[in-house]
């Protein structure tokens, strides 16, 4: 049987268990859209390839699975490189397919030429393009493989309009199957731990009087989530997680004490540390490069991860075990159920108290009543409504800490914020994506109006692709993380570059076919997500508030 090079794209996809494909439509992708429709894969084409490229780089965050984008050439590849590079700083399994004009590589100057491989190469884990029509078949089980395995991230093969529309064999063509989830390929390779590592790294938990863990991506891809919890009963260790990092903390746990490197600050617990337990984190600014003054000279560390290049990543370590964080989180845990410190039982009970008294600036002294509504009475206004069932994504800069500082007893799996790359813009692409991964859950975006804007035009796509989630928007006329900083640092007289009028978020939802409403009041904000939830096209709630974030409360 004969096939093109776009059946045999499609057919590849389909085997890796790609159910669909977010896309904006241009050169060289037909083809590939007609495949797609023959193989029964789902095409979501979006307003902007950066919208496109978030969408799939927010859905292989939340399943560990690949998310796929397919994008034109020229110009179309570098505005997606955008949601590439998103993933590319958090690790999250992602495909970036881009078309090209037949010729492409040829350097003879064809419609839209230009090197979209080296581009798109320093921030994706392979990055190629495919001249043979033969090895196509080969190069996107490559592709699969290279963004599952070890630390996962983006991949990118750019496939010209002569390979989509070129003839082979299909008995010609040999791939492999491999799974397409990174939980199974990271598990699959975890293998049998060096009982050596495991009694030392016991050893120097045993020893330790203040031990920290932090909670990286890297428990989360691993389905380490229950495994986490208990490796920190069994040892008395408190854990924490770096902001922005995929959560694995599943339920309000008292041993969780919150983000560390989030702009509003974190209580003394690094500093005071004497053992620090780096499971599937990286060394950044974050962790403060686990340097002095962040980490005392005398701490130990030990790294616990699946990528053998990740366990020496920014510091040596005194100990490292390669191994998914959740086997080895089982297998201390069990060597340490029976040899309680009470030294770490203390520095437990006092890292707790030391979180408490962070946190009571915020939780304990809400802003005046006399003023607009903040991010404070949103985040609160919101918190009943965040059940289990919830998928809950957080977009935008002052609303973004409000909600880390406010419901930080826990940070779930099913909770998805910006990623390291701190970028704004991606939570309504975000909320398709979510809704796509988990259609019968309810899907609630909290992001501010600057957020908001950059991607606006996707809700008709939303609505169109019958994908409905409830967005509650921010709306503080400002880039409010930017107006705190400056005016805290140079006077109101200096807010510049950083306000802007007034923008009816519901009114614009409703205009692109969505529900729209403003409101100013707390109990009717609960009642109109709890009525969001149960309808059938997206639900915009714009929500006037102060510039206010917690940093000025401080």
């Known amino acids: 049987m004969t096939l093109t090079g776009a059946d045999i794209l499609a057919l590849e996809l389909k085997n890796h268990s790609v159910e669909f494909v977010s896309t904006l439509c241009g050169n060289g992708l037909d083809p590939f859209y007609v495949a797609c429709r023959k193989s029964g894969i789902r095409l979501i084409d979006m307003h902007n390839e950066q919208a496109a490229a978030y969408l799939a780089d927010a ?166 989530q229950k495994s986490l919890t208990r490796l920190s009963e069994a040892g008395d260790i408190p854990i924490v997680t770096p902001i922005w990092d995929r959560g694995s903390v599943e339920k309000p746990h008292h041993n969780f004490l919150g983000v560390i490197g989030a702009a509003t600050g974190e209580p ?44 020496t990543q920014g510091k040596t370590p005194d100990l490292a075990i390669l191994a998914s964080p959740k086997l080895a989180f089982n297998k201390l845990a069990e060597k340490l159920k029976n040899r309680k410190n009470p030294e770490r039982k203390e520095w437990l009970k006092e890292a707790r108290e030391r979180w408490r008294k962070f946190r009571a600036r915020w939780i304990e002294r809400p802003p005046p009543a006399d003023k607009p509504l903040s991010g404070w009475h949103i985040v609160n206004a919101l918190r009943p409504l965040l059940t289990d069932e919830v998928v809950f994504l957080i977009d935008g800069g002052n609303i973004g800490q409000w909600a880390h500082m406010v419901l930080a007893d826990r940070y779930p799996s099913s909770w998805l914020t910006c990623g390291a790359s701190a970028v704004v813009g991606w939570g309504l692409p975000g909320a398709m994506a979510a809704k796509i991964a988990y259609p019968d859950r309810p899907i609630l975006l909290l992001s501010g109006d600057g957020a908001f804007s950059f991607t606006l035009a996707e809700i008709e796509s939303a609505v169109r692709h019958h994908l409905p989630f409830v967005a509650v928007v921010a709306n503080d006329t400002a880039w409010g993380i930017v107006v705190s900083g400056q005016r805290a640092m140079y006077g109101d007289q200096n807010v510049i570059a950083s306000r802007f009028r007034d923008i009816r978020f519901d009114k614009v939802a409703e205009a692109l076919g969505a529900k729209g409403f403003r409101i100013n009041d707390s109990e009717e904000l609960r009642r109109a997500v709890e009525d969001g939830f149960s309808s059938k096209v997206p639900t915009i709630i714009d929500v006037p508030v102060s510039v206010l974030g917690p940093a000025d409360v401080i």
């Open 59 to 224: 859905y292989g965050k939340l399943t560990g699975k690949v998310g796929v984008c397919a994008v034109s050439s020229g110009v179309a590849h570098s505005n997606a490189l955008t949601g590439v590079a998103n993933a590319y700083f958090d690790g999250s399994p992602m495909l970036l397919i881009t078309g090209a004009s037949s010729g492409y590589g040829a350097n003879r100057g064809v419609f839209q030429e230009y090197d979209q491989v080296g581009l798109a190469a320093p921030i994706c884990k392979l990055s190629k393009c495919v001249y043979r029509v033969e090895d196509l078949g080969f190069m996107v089980e490559e592709a699969f493989r290279t963004s599952l395995s070890g630390r996962p991230g983006p991949v990118h093969l750019t496939v010209p309009l002569d390979i989509m529309e070129a003839e082979a064999e299909e008995a010609a063509l040999e791939t492999s199957r491999i799974s397409s989830d990174v939980r199974s390929i990271q598990n699959s390779q975890s293998g049998r731990l060096d009982p050596n590592l495991v009694r030392e790294a016991v050893r120097m938990i045993r020893d330790s009087k203040r031990p920290i863990l932090i909670a990286g991506s890297g428990v989360f891809y691993s389905g380490g």
């Open 268 to 311: 003394r617990l690094l500093e005071d540390a004497d053992l620090i337990i780096m499971a599937g984190a990286r060394v950044d600014y974050r962790v403060g490069f686990l340097e002095p003054p962040k980490i005392s000279p005398e701490a130990s560390i030990l790294r616990i991860d699946t990528d053998p290049s990740e366990l």
